[in-house]
């Protein structure tokens, strides 16, 4: 099994639609973060948590909202999906511990690929 | 304006020979990068790093150079494999990587032909 998941894979929706798209893991990394990545650009990070308490903006987060429900879930919200949010979108998680108190290496989930019409 | 930058978005190479694969970054202040490898309709996956500290890290085929005096590295695999074949982002981190930012290339898809 995948050690992180992420539903669902595909979603078409309409402009002015909530929608919500979830990432699980099984790797107990605290640290998790969403990014989206557009065709011929590189990944751009919407927001982290580092702990079901602390959540952070990242580079890009107008118009998103998460939420951290538990170590093992975090989720991404588009309050009302405009059609410039048509992207790639994954998860990622990183365990400080792992590497000297650095998070850099991140283990990515497979990724939600999103329409917005 | 873009602080890491992969200017070729594509490189073909023949089985067996070197591919080099090439990034440039803008920001000083960054001290760690990594190279991640993404399949289609795969997620990322860590492929080496290297520290500001180093000027080389080597891990089988994969070798990762960094001139930081230019702000540029480079990930070299020799030899090439089809199984190369991906898309290759170049990434960077700073304050000690604690902040969790990875900042991302656009990539640079690699076609090892046989």
């Known amino acids: 099994d995948a050690d992180v998941t992420q539903t669902p894979r595909n979603r078409i929706t309409k402009t002015g639609k909530r929608i919500m798209l979830e990432c699980s893991q099984t790797?107990?990394?605290?640290?998790m973060y969403w990014y989206r990545q557009d065709p011929g650009l590189g990944l751009r990070l919407i927001y982290y948590?580092?702990?079901?308490?602390?959540?952070n903006k990242g580079e890009i987060s107008d118009g998103y909202s998460v939420s951290r429900q538990a170590q093992a879930k975090f989720s991404l919200s588009l309050e009302s999906a405009i059609p410039n949010q048509t992207a790639l979108y994954f998860c990622?998680?990183?365990?400080?511990?792992?590497?000297?108190?650095?998070?850099?290496?991140?283990?990515f989930g497979p990724g939600t690929r999103l329409t917005v019409l | 304006d873009q602080q890491v930058k992969q200017n070729s978005p594509s490189l073909s190479v023949q089985e067996g020979r070197i591919s080099i694969l090439n990034c440039d970054y803008t920001?000083?202040?960054?001290?760690?990068f990594l190279w991640y490898k993404k399949y289609p309709a795969e997620g990322p996956t860590f492929l080496i790093s290297?520290?500001?500290?180093?000027d080389k890290n080597e891990d089988g085929r994969f070798t990762v150079f960094l001139n930081k005096s230019a702000k540029h590295l480079s990930l070299h695999i020799v030899p090439s494999q089809p199984g190369d074949s991906a898309v290759y982002f170049c990434?960077?981190?700073?304050?000690?990587?604690?902040?969790?930012?990875?900042?991302f290339g656009k990539g640079t898809k690699l076609s090892v032909k046989p």
């Open positions: 990434a960077a981190s700073a304050l000690g990587g604690s902040q969790g930012n990875l900042i």
């Open positions: 948590s580092f702990d079901v308490k602390d959540i």
């Open positions: 920001n000083s202040m960054f001290d760690y």
């Open positions: 990622a998680t990183s365990d400080p511990r792992l590497a000297g108190g650095r998070t850099d290496t991140q283990y």
């Open positions: 790797k107990g990394h605290d640290r």
């Open positions: 290297i520290s500001s500290i180093k």
